[in-house]
Nanobody, 125 residues
Framework: QVQLVESGGGLVQAGGSLRLSCAAS????????MGWFRQAPGKEREFVAA????????RYADSVKDRFTISRDNAKNTVYLQMNSLKPEDTAVYYC??????????????????WGQGTQVTVSS
């Protein structure tokens, strides 16, 4: 089992920045690719970003590319999502997730094994 706890959400004005953190405990964190997903009110959960177990490979949703950066610190068992130039449409609950498969981290939520409880991000216009 892997336990994931997100933090860093909050209320920010459009154009501002937030950094989300996801702390992992349980099994060896570095064995997992990690992803961030989000779910806005009335919408399905969608992929945001993912990073390989070693941190060298990343992928992003087109809607956040060049604004968001995913990173990880395996020594701290933590994955981060730096969010810049935030827009009201970025408002959502953000979830981190762990993927035990090797290779390119998935954009599909059903391929992730463990999930956090989520942290709310609200961007005001």
């Amino acid at each position: 089992q892997v336990q994931l706890v997100e933090s860093g959400g909050g209320l920010v004005q459009a154009g501002g920045s937030l950094r989300l953190s996801c702390a992992a405990s349980g099994r060896t964190f570095s064995n997992y690719a990690m992803g961030w997903f989000r779910q806005a009110p009335g919408k399905e959960r969608e992929f945001v970003a993912a990073i390989t177990w070693g941190g060298r490979g990343t992928r992003y949703a087109d809607s956040v590319k060049d604004r968001f950066t995913i990173s990880r610190d395996n020594a701290k068992n933590t994955v981060y999502l730096q969010m810049n130039s935030l827009k009201p449409e970025d408002t959502a609950v953000y979830y981190c997730a762990a993927d035990s498969r090797y290779g390119t981290p998935s954009k599909k939520e059903n391929e992730y094994d463990y999930w956090g409880q989520g942290t709310q991000v609200t961007v005001s216009s």
